[in-house]
């Protein structure tokens, strides 16, 4: 079973920044489709970025685009998510979550996903 560590949640005031870290715990991340998700209280869980394996490709949900960046950190075994410009609507509870190694390209959506962590808290305040 693959195991993540997340770390780097917190609390913020809007405009700031926050990096979420996702941390692979036993094996090597650098093959795997990864994506952060989050989610809201009262709502549904919704896909914020992805990026593909060995491909690097990179996508982004539309209300975070320009603000948030997904990239590996190959030395650290982890995929960071660096949310800049932090807004109120941003807080949730964000998890990252791996894809199986069979499927190389990453999507938004948490029904392709397989492995996930157990959440790390942001809160933006107005």
């Known amino acids: 079973q693959l195991q993540f560590v997340e770390s780097g949640g917190g609390l913020v005031q809007s405009g700031g920044s926050l990096r979420l870290s996702c941390a692979a715990a036993?094996?090597?991340?650098?093959?795997?489709?990864i994506g952060w998700f989050r989610q809201a209280p009262g709502k549904e869980r919704e896909g914020v970025s992805c990026i593909s394996g060995s491909e690097e490709i990179t996508y982004y949900a539309d209300s975070v685009k320009g603000r948030f960046t997904i990239a590996r950190d190959v030395a650290s075994n982890s995929v960071y998510l660096q949310m800049n410009s932090l807004k109120p609507e941003d807080t949730a509870v964000y998890y990252c979550?791996?894809?199986?190694?069979?499927?190389?390209?990453?999507?938004?959506?948490?029904?392709?996903?397989?492995?996930w962590g157990q959440g790390t808290q942001v809160t933006v305040s107005s």
């Open positions: 979550a791996a894809r199986s190694i069979m499927f190389r390209q990453c999507t938004l959506s948490q029904y392709d996903y397989d492995y």
């Open positions: 036993g094996f090597t991340l650098d093959y795997f489709a």
